[in-house]
């Protein structure tokens, strides 16, 4: 039986009943149930025939042990762990260790996900790198940021431990068989994990590129699998009603396409779970942003998101929300229990401005500010959705991953589109590749300075 309790949905902020005209009935969500009813059997059809593995990326025992067989053996050696990637190689493992916490005999996990030289010089001065392992993740080993760093850091290592011992302090996490990076782990002997095939970044926190550093920060994996596992029972069935991630992606479909709300917004109240709205924006968008659909036409799809904070953003961005445009769907985030709390104290009881705050903690006034937003929003005929979660554990972010991931999929057959390609992040890849002189992207070269000779100089002030 699963350890963590299950997550809730809570949809009514989409319906007439709760805010008015402006939202949706129960018809028109019954009327798209065949549809999404038949994207669900095509996911299925698609797993079964093996083109969609992230779906079992919780069930792979084996991988799981393993994983939890390495990071014993780092935990036993080492005090720090440097992980070198970028986008999904990265915000999973930030997102688990920022909502949990490093566990009982964790490592210090450092994650570089960026090549801000400031930051990089900040955290290697930071660190013994004798007491220190270096896990860098790239599937081809040729990722520009990722390659860049660990360039620097392996310098570094071999500087201070010589080019024998240095090899043992690394674990390259990429391609089971071919590519830079398996290369060079052959060459130097580094151990390796494989980045399982057909799993693209975003979809990748559940297998050994996150639950590597997950595990060496204490963090039990074997748990958060768990949470993917049970969510992956509930996101099977073919009735929407029944599919929290079915339901969710057509409410948020029919919000977007027929109601104008291009924006969703996701906004938990928890500090740890800010870093969860980092992760999903990368996969909310890298996945449903596209501009051709599957027959090849123009589509220029997607829904924009937008990480917020409550209580915190209460203060800054409820405004446009409950007064500005409507364009925007609200997806809170409600933790029942929060892993510690404190009472406020009994002071200043003759001052009403404060002291009906008395005898409260903070984490029921954190929930009752949550309850009060979600109702003001209401009031104002705006969208939202309420996911609540008993408490922030493993499990729980297993349960979140799985759901986002299936939602994101079911929105993708809605849209018409391939949510598993990037094509417009690799524009801007090539142009980096011929700024800094790679071979093969010497044509490039006269494209970026065409378009950077049409800037004006009028037009730059300063």
């Known amino acids: 039986m699963p350890t963590t309790p299950p997550i809730s949905l ?189 799993v693209g970044g975003r979809f990748s926190v559940l297998s050994p590129v996150g639950l590597l550093p997950i595990a060496a920060a204490g963090i039990n994996i074997d748990e958060l699998c768990e949470g993917a596992r049970s969510m992956d029972a509930r996101t099977r069935s073919r009735d929407v009603w029944a599919n929290p991630a079915a339901l969710h992606a057509l409410l948020l479909h029919l919000a977007a396409t027929e109601g104008g709300r291009n924006i969703h917004v996701l906004m938990p109240y928890s500090d740890g779970l800010l870093r969860f709205g980092e992760w999903y924006g990368q996969l909310w968008a890298e996945s449903l942003g596209k501009r051709f659909d599957l027959d090849g036409g123009l589509a220029e799809v997607g829904q924009s998101p937008v990480r917020a904070l409550g209580a915190t953003d209460q203060h800054s961005q409820v405004q446009l929300y409950i007064e500005g445009p409507h364009d925007k769907v609200i997806t809170f985030i409600r933790v029942a229990r929060h892993h510690a709390d404190l009472t406020i104290p009994p002071s200043y009881q003759d001052i009403d401005g404060i002291s009906y705050l008395c005898g409260h903690t903070l984490g029921e006034l954190l929930n009752m500010e949550q309850r009060a937003t979600e109702l003001a929003l209401a009031a104002a005929g705006r969208m939202t959705s309420l996911i609540e979660i008993q408490r922030v554990d493993a499990g729980t972010m297993g349960q979140l991953f799985h759901l986002f991931e299936v939602q994101t999929l079911v ?48 037009l730059v002030l300063g």
């Not at 129960?26 to 009327?31: F, G, I, N, P, T």
């Open 10 to 198: 809570d949809v009514n902020g989409f319906f007439d009943h709760l805010i008015g005209p402006r939202g949706l009935s129960r018809a028109e969500v019954d009327a798209e149930a065949a549809r999404v009813g038949a994207i669900i059997d095509r996911l299925e059809g698609r797993r079964v025939a093996g083109e969609l593995p992230f779906y079992e990326l919780p069930h792979d025992l084996e991988s799981i042990a393993a994983v939890n067989e390495l990071a014993d053996d780092l935990k036993g050696r080492f005090d720090t762990l440097l992980v070198l990637g970028i986008g999904g190689s990265a915000l999973g493992t930030k997102t688990v260790i920022d909502a949990v916490g490093r566990g009982p005999g964790g490592m210090r996990v450092e994650v570089l996900d960026n090549v801000d030289p400031t930051t990089i010089a900040s955290v290697l001065s930071s660190v013994d790198l004798a007491r220190t392992a270096v896990n860098v993740i790239s599937k081809s080993g040729q990722t520009a940021e990722t390659m860049s760093q660990f360039l620097i850091v392996r310098d570094r290592l071999r500087g201070e431990l010589g080019a024998d011992a240095y090899g043992a302090h690394v674990i390259a996490t990429t391609d089971p068989e071919s590519g830079t990076l398996r290369s060079l782990a052959d060459d130097e002997g580094f151990r390796t994990l494989s980045v399982p095939p057909r």
């Open 411 to 458: 929105a993708g057959g809605l849209l018409g589109i391939d949510p598993l390609d990037q094509p417009g992040v690799e524009a801007g890849k090539r142009l980096t590749y011929a700024m800094a002189g790679r071979a093969g992207y010497e044509e490039l070269v006269g494209e970026v300075e065409e378009q950077l000779a049409k800037k004006r100089e009028d």
